[in-house]
Each structure stands twice: as structure tokens, then as C-alpha cells.
């Protein structure tokens, strides 16, 4: 563990912290009922709340990004950089689903205490993670507005996603080498280090943010440029940290290697592909999804598609709950199964599911309360079209997404154990058969946007009840074996 008597974990400690107090608190009263143990609820919250931090920074940036050049440039400017997201969201699927590889197999290991093992999985995820980005890199730099021109025919919009893409691609192996960085300590039960780095690299984000956009006037460009700074900046601060083993400040990291250490090991490279192959798969079903579900949105007109891009958004601040559960469950999952003990990895799996669930619902609350308001905040026309389109989309997602609370736990100790295939299913079948097909009948029937309303369910009730459904089955105790760490050590 991470000691707590270095400057700015203290202050951290010190400052008021509601998220830890909200999710502790459900923690508690659920214990109080008998659906949780206190000491396992006060070892999720640990490492939870770092997470979610780090997702509410991640989203806002994004968001105050999307409410900047709405405000400075106009709803094309929001349209362009959406249609640029699933190009820009390339970078998450391969380096969050080669991460999925990492933090299964650092748990693992520093659950059986085998912490010379943790520097090769690290290095080889990501070697495997920049051999697989540089190629997207280039493809998405040399033809920007080609490929912003297969979602629309919105001259404006092509021209400003495709000025955005171009600069944006540079960053997407910095962007998969900090998930690989930060899913490794998460892994060696240390969220509060990553929190502070990608956390702070957000808030960074954002005032470049601000003066490249407001101050130089560079627009959609300006943000391009900010955040390919802010992911560079992380890389190398989580780089020095695994090679010196500590940082100014944050103290000593849990775990430390050599970077001049061996990259290309065969066997660790198969244990993360195999791993990380259905991971890579079921993100790339929400990435490959939103190409024709951009396009189907397109057909409701320009300010649909403002709203929508809007209203994933706020989803993706609402979900931010997830972020933190999903890695918990893989860490402390994958911890108990390093330790062999497959009963308390299972516990581990549902108790945190019932307090991801109702701390996802409590936040739901809020925003589908505030949903008028937050729409607003996006434009610079409070009687524009877009709004009361926002809002009612803003209102959707608040209520699928509490379903997320099952799927995305469930999920994430699935990947703890290596069995990764059925959360990839489970998101196959709520996009391309529920939220697509909704998506396209609301664009060219009666349907209308209800179609689009109703979408936001298909993509969190399935993976809920398939997810739940298999970790429940209980075979992916036996999956788990074949990653568990033996007593042959590899030095590092």
C-alpha cells in the first residue's frame, strides 16, 4: 500500500470529500442490511472513489470542451467534434482493452506477491499498445476529412471535425499508454496515484483549453492541441514514476520497474492478447457502433445531432461511477484470486455491484432533475432548437444508465478473471440489436426521437442481465486459473 504522509496525498485526505462519503455511506447502510461486509465496502470505497474522481475530471474536460467551441465557434463546431469522437474514441478501444490485459494480470500478481512479475506485464502492454495505435495514428491524420465525410454531408461540420481529427490523432498512443499506466496501479491497489496524474492532467486540459481557444482564437484546433498536450504530459509523468518508484510530492509508487527492461516476452504477450482480444472487441463495438449511429442521428438534422453529442456527454459524467467500480471489482477480484481465494473474489463481484447500483441511481436523480438547465449550458441561445431536444435526451440517459451499475461491474471482475468474451457479447447485442436499430427506426418512421430516447436502454439493460447472468454461472472460476501467477518468478 501506499503510505499517506507525503504532501499532497495529505492534503488530499484533509480536504472534504463527498464522493467518499457517498460512496462509503451506501457502503455502510447496505453492510447495516446485510448486503455488503463493512470491511470489504471500506476497501471498494478506497479504491472507487480515486477512479470516479478521475472520470468526473476526464468528463468535464470533455464536456467544457464541447461547451467552449459550442459557445465560441457554434453548433457545427459541437457536430464536427462529435463526428470526430469515434475517430478520437479509437484510442480507448485499443488501450483501454489492451489495459483490460494489464490490470488482470498486475492484480494477480501483486495479490500473490509476486512483484517481479508486474514490470514485464506493464512494458509488454505497452509495447503491444503502440505497435497497435501509430497505425490508426497515421491513417486518422492523413485523411481527417474523408473520414468525418462517410458520417455527414454537413460541409461545415466536416471542415471543423476534420481541423479537430487531424491534430487529436497524435495524441491516441499517448491517450492508450496512460490507461495502460493507470490500470497498473489501480491493479497494485493504489487509485489515488492515477487520480492525481490524469486528474490533474484534465484540469491542465482544460486552461490550455481556454487559452487556446478563447485567448489565440484557434477554435476546434486549440482543443485539438490541448489535449494532445495533456496526454503527452501524463505519459511522462506516470513513465517517471514507474522508473524512479515515487514522485515529488506523491510518495513512493507501489510498484516500480526498469524501463531499459525486456519488452517483447512471448508468454506475457499471449496472456495479454488473450485477455485483452474480447476486451479490445467490446469496446469496439460502442467505437464501431457510433459511426452508424452518428449517421442515423444525422437524419434528424444538425440540431439532433448537437443535442445528442450533448447528451453522451452528461451520460458519460453520470457513468463516471462506473469507472471506479468496474476497476475495483478488477482489482480486488484478480487480488483474491492472486491469493487463491475464489470465494472472496466472488463476494467481492456482487457487493460492489449493489453499491455501484444505487450511488449510479443518486446521481441519476440529480440530473434528471436538472436536465432544463444543464442543456442550456451548451449553447449560446437559450430558445435554440437544440435545448428542450437536449433535455429530454439528457433525461433518458439519467434513467438507463443506473443499469450500468450491474453490466459495468460485472464486467470489470470478469476481466479480473480472464473471461472477457461475454461482456463482449452482452455489448454486441445491446447495440446492434437494440440501440441501432431503435436509433434508425426513430430517424425514418413515426417513431421519431422517441427511437433515440429508448436506444440509451438497449445499450445498459442488456449487458446488466448478460453480464450479471454469467458471472453468477461461476465459470469463470476455472477461466481464472489459467493466469493465476505460479511459483516460477521472471526478473525484472
Known amino acids: 500500500m501506499v503510505s499517506g504522509d507525503h504532501p499532497l496525498r495529505e492534503l488530499l485526505s484533509r480536504l472534504p470529500n463527498p464522493v467518499h462519503r457517498l460512496i462509503l455511506g451506501i457502503g455502510l447502510l447496505l453492510a447495516r442490511v446485510g448486503l455488503a461486509d463493512e470491511g470489504r465496502v471500506r476497501r471498494t ?93 497515421a491513417a486518422l491524420f492523413a485523411f481527417p476529412t474523408e473520414l468525418i465525410g462517410l458520417l455527414t454531408d454537413d460541409a461545415r461540420a466536416i471542415d471543423l471535425g476534420g481541423a479537430y481529427l487531424r491534430i487529436v490523432a497524435l495524441g491516441i498512443p499517448f491517450a492508450g499508454l496512460n490507461l495502460v499506466g493507470g490500470r497498473a496501479l489501480i491493479g497494485a491497489d493504489d487509485a489515488r496515484t492515477p487520480m492525481l496524474i490524469r486528474g490533474g492532467g484534465a484540469v491542465a486540459n482544460i486552461g490550455i483549453n481556454a487559452a487556446l481557444i478563447f485567448g489565440a482564437g484557434m477554435g476546434v484546433v486549440g482543443a485539438a492541441v490541448g489535449t494532445v498536450a495533456s496526454n503527452v504530459l501524463v505519459t511522462a509523468v506516470f513513465g517517471l514514476g514507474f522508473a524512479v518508484g515515487r514522485l515529488p510530492g506523491l510518495g513512493p509508487f507501489p510498484v516500480s520497474f526498469s524501463l531499459r527492461g525486456r519488452y517483447v516476452d512471448t508468454a506475457t504477450i499471449r496472456d495479454v492478447v488473450r485477455i485483452s482480444i474480447p476486451a479490445v472487441g467490446r469496446r469496439s463495438v460502442w467505437t464501431g457502433a457510433r459511426f452508424p449511429l452518428l449517421a442515423f442521428v444525422a437524419l434528424f438534422g444538425s440540431h439532433v445531432v448537437a443535442a445528442y453529442v450533448i447528451s453522451r456527454q452528461v451520460w458519460g459524467l453520470i457513468n463516471t461511477p462506473g469507472w471506479g467500480f468496474a476497476l475495483a471489482a478488477s482489482s480486488l477480484v484478480g487480488q483474491s484470486l492472486g491469493e487463491n481465494d475464489e470465494g472472496l473474489a466472488e463476494a467481492y463481484g456482487h457487493e460492489i455491484m449493489r453499491i455501484s447500483v444505487v450511488t449510479y441511481a443518486v446521481g441519476a436523480a440529480v440530473v434528471f432533475l436538472l436536465a432544463d438547465p444543464i442543456a442550456v449550458q451548451f449553447v449560446d441561445d437559450p430558445t435554440s432548437e437544440t435545448v428542450p431536444v437536449t433535455a429530454a435526451l439528457v433525461r433518458a440517459a439519467a434513467v438507463a444508465v443506473i443499469a450500468r451499475g450491474v453490466g459495468g461491474t460485472y464486467a470489470g471482475a470478469l476481466d479480473a478473471t480472464g473471461d472477457t468474451r461475454w461482456p463482449f457479447y452482452s455489448r454486441v447485442a445491446g447495440m446492434f440489436g437494440v440501440a441501432l436499430p431503435l436509433t434508425y427506426l426513430g430517424a425514418t418512421t413515426t417513431l421519431g426521437l422517441w427511437g433515440l430516447y429508448v436506444s440509451y436502454f438497449g445499450q445498459s439493460i442488456v449487458p446488466a442481465v448478460v453480464n450479471r447472468h454469467r458471472f453468477s454461472t461461476g465459470r469463470w472460476k476455472a477461466i481464472s486459473r489459467r493466469y493465476r501467477p505460479d511459483s516460477t518468478a521472471v526478473n525484472d
Open 45 to 137: 470505497t478506497d479504491l472507487a472513489w480515486p477512479r470516479i474522481l478521475t472520470g468526473v475530471a476526464r468528463k468535464s474536460k470533455t464536456a467544457v470542451d464541447i461547451a467552449m467551441v459550442g459557445i465560441a465557434v457554434g453548433p457545427a463546431a459541437i457536430a464536427g467534434i462529435g463526428f470526430a469522437g469515434p475517430f478520437w474514441g479509437l484510442a480507448f478501444t485499443v488501450g483501454g482493452g489492451l489495459a483490460t490485459g494489464t490490470i488482470a494480470l498486475v492484480s494477480q500478481r501483486y495479490g500473490a506477491e509476486a512483484f517481479d512479475r508486474i514490470g514485464q506485464a506493464v512494458r509488454t502492454s505497452a509495447l503491444l499498445v503502440v505497435a497497435t495505435t501509430l497505425p490508426l495514428t
